[in-house]
Structures are given as C-alpha cells and as structure tokens.
C-alpha cells in the first residue's frame, strides 16, 4: 500500500510542481472547444445543440495528447525497469497510474468545462449533465488511455501509435458520454446511457491495469 | 555500522545460462555460482554483454536458454534482488529526499531512515535540492542510498563506479564490504579496480 | 520468471524452437494446392450461381448479387478476428512461435477482407439507400473494427524484435477482442437511436432457397480462401524469419 501511495504522490508532484503540462492541456482543450464556432459560424441554436459533442471530443483529444508522458519518461530514465522489481506488482503501478492521469488532466478539464459551456450557448441543466457524463466516463478514457500508452511504451517512437490505437476502443465512451447528454431517444435513454458509462469506467479501471501491466511487463523483457 | 541485520542467506547458480538481446546470443552456456556473502566481478569489453547478464540475473530479460536459481529465496517474502542500471532513475522536479523516499516506498523500506542513507552516501546536505541538479556523480551516490534504505540480500551493479569520485568509490566499496559481511550477494559489472577482498572474477567476452 | 528454481518452460534458442515451425511447413505444404483448387471451384460455382442462376430481387434488382460477395466477407471480418485472438492466447499461455506467425498473417488479411466488406456495402448502399455511407449500425462497427484490425498493422510494424512484438500485440487483439462486441453493442445502440431500424437486412429468415444456396456456396468458398492465404502467409512469414535468423548468424560469424 506504501508503495502505491508513493506512485501516487509521485505522479501527482511531477505533473502539478512547477512547468507541469496541466495548464497546457486545459489550454489545448478550451481552444479545441473555442475554435469549433469559427469553422460552422456563431449560430446559438445550431452551437448549443452540438456543444456536448464538442466538449466530448475535446475533452477525448487533450486526453490522447497527455498519454505519452504516462510510462515513457519513466521508461527513459529507467524507473521502468525499478518498478519491475519493487515490492508491489506492476497492476498497481499501473493503477496508481491512471488515478493520478485521471486527476492531473481529467478533472482540470472538467473544472474547466463551464467555460466551455459558456461560449457553446450551452444551457445550466444541460451543463450539468455534460460535467456528470464528463466525470462518469473520463475515468474509462484513463483507464483506455494508460493501456495504449503501456503497448506502445516499448517503441521508440510509439508516441502517435497510442491514440491511433485506442482510439477504436474509446468509441463506446463517446457514444454513452454523448448520449447521456443530448438524448434524442428521451430522458430514459439518457439515464440509461450514463449507466452504460458508468458501467464501461468500472470495467475499463478495474481490466485495464493488469492488461497494461502484461503489455508492459512483455514488452520490456 | 548502520547496517546491523543479517540479511537472508542466497545463493546464486546458474547452469548453462544463455542471455542475449532479442535473438541475438551475447552470453552462452555460462555456469557460474556464487554464494552468499561473496561477489562477483564481471569484466570485459563494451558489448560482451556484461549488462545482458547482469539483466538477465535480475529477472527483467528472459533467459534464452539454461537455467538460473536463487537458492534460498522466499518467493512470498517479494522480492530480493536490487539490480542498478546505467540509468539512475533519477527524475528533475522531485527533491533528492523525496527520491529516495519514493523508492523506500516503492521497494519497501528496512531499519535505516531514507534521511540517515542519505547521510551515509554524503547526500545529507543536498536532501532537499531537486535531484535534476545533482551532478551525475552524486546521482550514483543517490543510487547507492536505494540499495541501503531496502535491505535485499542480491545486488546486481551495472558499472557503479562510473562518474564516482575517489572518495566515492572508497564509500562503494565500504557498502560493498558491510553488505557481503551481512551476508550479502553481489554480483558488478565494472572496469575499474574496486578494493574487494576475495571477490572472484569473471571475464566476458574473452574467447570471442 | 524462473527465479524459484522451478523450471516451468522447456527453453530453447530462438531458431531450435523454429523446429516446430519447420514441421508446419513441411506437414501444410501438400494441403495449399488442393485446398486452393478447391476454392477456386467453389468460387467459380458460387459466382455462376450468383450471376446466372439467382433471381433479381424485386425490388433493389440486380443489386442484391453484390449480396454474394457482401455477406461473406463480412462473416469472415468477424471471424478473423476470432481467429486471431485464439492465436493470441496461443502466444500468451503456450508462448508457441506458431501462434505469433498465426497472428501476424491474419492481420492483413483480417483487415482486406473487412475493407471488401465495407466496399460491397457501400456500393450496396448506393443504390438501396441512395448513399455510399449510411451511419447505419453494422457499417459502422465494421468500419471501427477496420480501425483496429489497421492499428494491429501498425503495431507489429513498430516493433524491431518480432518475438517482443507478439507478445504485446497479443495482449491487444485480446482487449479488442474483450472490446468488440461492446463497440457493435454501443454503436446499434447509437444508430437506432439516430435513424429508424435497418432499411434492409440480409439475414432475414423468409429468404428464399434461390438466394441460400449460391450464399452459402459462396460462403464456403471465401472461408476456405482465407484459410489458404493464411497458410500462404503463415508460410511466408516463417520463411522470412528463417531468412532473418540466417542474416542474423551469417553475421555473427556463425561464434555459435
């Protein structure tokens, strides 16, 4: 247990201390949500209808971005090869992992969302479905997220290969964090959606890390 | 001495081991032995696959062929092996305390303090600099506190020498000494002298 | 790892464990012949059948013939990838070099048949929805699953060490493989709710004999094509490994 709180605290005052990336993904992530009404025109109606699915999207793209840092600095300098010899199996790295790249970059997206919100013409109840399928299905774009990064950490240039590969896997969660939003079949739907969602994080936090911990253990030796 | 206990006794043996990157065999049919409270010197040229081996030791490279024991180990007990590679491991932004505390952590932490290992390596001025500004020498140092704020009776170095200054390498083979005294292993990758009584050698590379 | 003393894998070196490999070989060369003569004849029936003695459908035409080429690869889009993830537990549990060449060669040909399926549908569409895509359900986890089966490509492509590879594309087709069926799950899901139901489906239970039987002949042909490419790419890659090993030991002055 001292072992993962230590990952844990680790990745925490790496991403957050000083120069962290976290500001620039919040960044990247407004100024995908904001660039969206220079490419279809400033209509209200129009931008609101559509505004879920851009904040899914750039929520679903800074997280892509952030996932080269996630096991290939570590592998770099040879923190890798430390944790396959720590006194903690590597799913529990992997785990302290993706709860500390789901804080790091996840929830200051989410904190930021309202602004996103805002500009899109979005309205308040709508919003708050938007930041509640943003905080149900986030976890599972980790979890994904950290297993695409695990396959690819043992390629010297796998920094494109990861999004590219996960992405497909990453459909469902759009589809569900989409359709609890704006839900064209009635709120029924809706509600199911976000169960699915909630459904698709379990599963995805509770596979992904012995997956990704396979992924890497087989990859390095 | 701040390195009291005993540590629990391992032996080492392989028979016909075969270790290699990939396909490619650098070691082959090397049997070798080495009891607890001995070490090993590894010598040789660049490429003779020193590293190779001293990976493959470790468990982090499968072996190709052969076979490879710790007589000894306790597989419930985790795990008993420091192996130190040519990276340190050492990352900027986290304070050399906060280095060694992490690892402590990670590796699972003994009777000595991370504060106190520092202040054996000669770190305990630097506990609070960010380890990115440690010089490469004093990043060793760092390394050498790993090895004593989890007490594992199998250490697998990869040229620890390297960078370190004289004073250095006296304080690396102090360590050396007091760990194969408790009843230590320790297996070195190296190319300089290091002052070990009774330490066997092993050449790589020589019939090539 | 063997760290317990305990041997739990017999290790050989990486081209004495080619034996078994050579074995492949030597016992599947015979089958490829016949077997691809025997997919030639079952396609040449199927396609007469399909062009000549099948009704037009009343209503989509002659169109419906692109049924016949449609339907099967779209079954065999799926069924490579089962293939393919029964290979990958062969690398994970037996680690047998057979089951990475099984994975390599079926990836591609995974990925032609599922883009052939998508093309057939396409152009089915073009007359029968008046589109060339419709977000319509099937086309679309057939399109993600090429995605994957691509990312797949991409993946072995990255990798110098093949052995390495295997191992870490096996734990990847097994995810996909975990994650198939939730993507066709999510997209129907989706689809229905953006669209009413299917305009059209194939696999309705009223279709009549005429229709069965060239679909079936054709079906059997295509799964038999893929089981002969397969060998033929199994085959290919095992000779290219060999190459690679003799490359390899050629250059190291055969020290071994």
Redesign the interface.
């Known amino acids: 247990m001292s072992g993962f709180l230590g990952v844990l605290q680790r990745e925490l005052r790496l991403n957050l201390s000083g120069g962290g990336e976290v500001l620039t993904l919040v960044l990247f992530f407004i100024i995908v949500g904001a660039i969206v009404p220079f490419a279809i025109g400033p209509d209200q109606v129009l931008l609101a209808s559509i505004a879920p699915g851009i904040i899914w999207i750039a929520a679903f793209l800074a997280m892509l971005l952030g996932l080269d840092r996630l096991f290939r600095p570590d592998r770099d300098d040879g923190t890798l090869a430390l944790y396959r010899l720590a006194d903690m199996s590597m799913a529990g790295v992997v785990a302290a992992k993706v709860i500390a790249h789901w804080l790091t970059t996840a929830l200051p997206l989410i904190i930021a969302s309202p602004f996103l919100a805002m500009i899109l013409a979005m309205d308040g109840p709508t919003f708050a479905r938007t930041a509640l399928s943003l905080l149900l299905g986030t976890p599972a774009l980790a979890a994904f997220g950290a297993f695409g990064a695990a396959v690819t950490v043992a390629i010297r240039r796998g920094g494109l290969l990861a999004p590219i590969l996960i992405a497909p896997l990453c459909v469902p969660v759009l589809i569900f964090g989409v359709g609890a939003i704006a839900p064209l079949g009635g709120p029924d739907q809706a509600s199911s959606a976000m169960l699915f969602l909630a459904a698709l994080s379990l599963m995805a936090l509770a596979l992904s890390p012995f997956a990704a911990a396979l992924a890497i253990d087989w990859g390095e030796e | 001495m701040t390195q009291g206990q005993v540590q629990h006794r391992i032996n080492l043996k392989t028979q016909a081991l ?1 270790c290699g ?5 650098l070691v ?1 049919d090397l049997s070798l032995e080495v009891a607890a409270g001995s070490a090993l010197l590894l010598r040789g040229p660049n490429g003779a696959g020193k590293s190779t081996l001293l990976l493959t030791l ?14 000894g ?1 306790d ?1 419930e007990a ?2 008993f ?3 130190c ?7 900027p ?2 304070t050399v305390l ?1 280095t060694l ?9 003994g009777p000595l303090p991370p504060a106190a290992a520092l202040e054996r390596v000669g770190l305990a001025r630097t506990a609070r600099v960010d380890a990115g500004y440690l010089s490469a020498g004093q990043q060793r140092r760092l390394v050498l506190a790993r090895l004593l704020v ?1 007490p594992r009776p199998v250490w697998l170095l990869d040229e620890p020498s390297a960078a370190l200054d004289a004073a250095g390498r006296e304080l690396m083979a102090a360590l050396l000494v007091d760990h194969l005294e408790s009843g230590g292993l320790a297996v070195i990758a190296t190319h300089d002298d290091i002052a070990l009584p009774g330490a066997a050698t092993l050449t790589l590379g020589a019939e ?1 | 790892m063997n760290l317990n003393g305990i041997d739990d894998t017999p290790k050989m070196s990486w081209w004495s464990r080619l034996a078994h490999p050579g074995q492949f070989l030597s016992w599947t060369r015979p089958l490829i012949w016949p077997l691809a003569a025997l997919t030639l004849v079952l396609m040449l029936v199927g396609l007469w059948f399909a062009f000549f003695n099948s009704p037009a459908d009343y209503q989509m035409g002659d169109t419906v013939r692109i049924m016949y080429v449609h339907v099967p690869t779209a079954w065999l889009s799926q069924f490579v990838y089962a293939a393919m993830s029964v290979s990958a537990l062969g690398t994970l549990v037996w680690r047998h070099p057979l089951a990475d060449v099984s994975m390599k060669a079926a990836a591609p040909l995974g990925a032609a048949f599922t883009a052939m399926a998508l093309f057939t549908g396409s152009m089915w569409g073009r007359p029968t929805w008046g589109t060339f895509w419709e977000w319509d359900g099937r086309m679309t986890s057939t399109l993600i699953l090429l995605f994957i089966y691509l990312g797949i490509i991409a993946l072995w492509r990255a990798f110098d060490d093949q052995l390495r590879a295997a191992r870490v594309v096996a734990v990847f087709t097994l995810v996909g493989a975990v994650n198939v069926p939730i993507i066709k799950f999510s997209v129907d899901w989706w689809s229905t709710l953006h669209q009413p139901a299917s305009v059209f489906r194939a696999d309705g239970p009223t279709m009549p004999g005429s229709l069965l039987t060239p679909l079936f002949v054709m079906f059997f042909a295509f799964t038999l094509l893929f089981v002969t490419l397969q060998l033929l790419a199994m085959h290919t890659e095992i000779r290219r490994r060999r190459l690679i090993t003799l490359e390899r030991r050629a250059a190291q002055g055969d020290a071994l």
């Open positions: 075969a990157r990939g396909d490619a065999v082959a470790a468990g982090l490279l499968r072996p190709i062929s052969g076979t490879l024991v710790f007589e180990a597989p985790g795990p092996i420091h192996h590679g040519h990276k340190n491991a050492v990352r932004r986290l906060e505390r992490f690892w402590a952590d990670l590796n699972g932490s989890s090539a």
